[in-house]
């Protein structure tokens, strides 16, 4: 069973930056893909960037540009990289990882952009 755990969410002014990590408990880390995800209040939760166990990586179309998603295999990490906030930027923040399987969930981290 792997368990994942988010953090480096907290309340920023637009503009700004953060920088979200997810570390997995277990083995063969370097297997799985990964993903964040994000959920707002009262909206579903959507995909936001993934990263490949190849490294390839995949953002939605409002955050290109400003969020790198990234991995450290001998870390067990998953990182995101988020600059240039704005208020719709504000949701609860998830990642994930999963193969063909297996599938997990973090806990989530809240990230908050408002002056």
């Known amino acids: 069973q792997v368990q994942l755990v988010e953090s480096g969410g907290g309340l920023v002014q637009p503009g700004g930056s953060l920088r979200l990590s997810c570390a997995a408990s277990?083995?063969?880390?370097?297997?799985?893909?990964m993903g964040w995800y994000r959920q707002a209040p009262g909206k579903q939760r959507d995909l936001v960037a993934t990263?490949?166990?190849?490294?390839?990586?995949a953002y939605v179309d409002s955050v290109k540009g400003r969020f790198t998603i990234s991995r450290d295999n001998a870390k067990n990490t998953v990182y995101l990289q988020m600059n240039n906030l704005n208020p719709e930027d504000t949701a609860v923040y998830y990642c994930?990882?999963?193969?063909?399987?297996?599938?997990?969930w973090g806990q989530g981290t809240q990230v908050t952009v408002s002056s």
């Open positions: 277990g083995s063969r880390f370097s297997i799985y893909a």
């Open positions: 990263i490949g166990s190849d490294d390839a990586t």
């Open positions: 994930r990882i999963w193969s063909a399987r297996d599938d997990y």
